[in-house]
């Protein structure tokens, strides 16, 4: 289940497909042109997908949310 509201929004735009590098993300949320955007969607790859490929099953208790 995502985290974010915004989790499908860039799920469906492509932004995370295909990424094997950071350094592929970084351009590609250089791209988006507001702020907020861009915060949103390093939140969104830093928590969602960290947590859906990770065998944590979600945030520790101590995680600010």
């Known amino acids: 289940m995502p985290l974010n509201p ?9 932004l995370f497909a295909g ?4 350094e592929q993300l970084e ?6 042109p507001e702020n907020k955007g861009k ?5 969104v790859f830093g928590v ?3 947590f859906s490929n990770s ?3 979600s945030p520790p208790s101590n995680c600010a949310t």
């Open 39 to 43: 915060g949103d969607a390093f939140e």
């Open 19 to 22: 990424v094997n590098l950071f």
């Open 6 to 14: 915004k989790s499908r929004e860039f799920a469906k735009s492509g």
């Open 27 to 32: 351009k590609r949320i250089a791209k988006i």
């Open 55 to 57: 065998s944590v099953a």
């Open 48 to 50: 969602d997908c960290y």
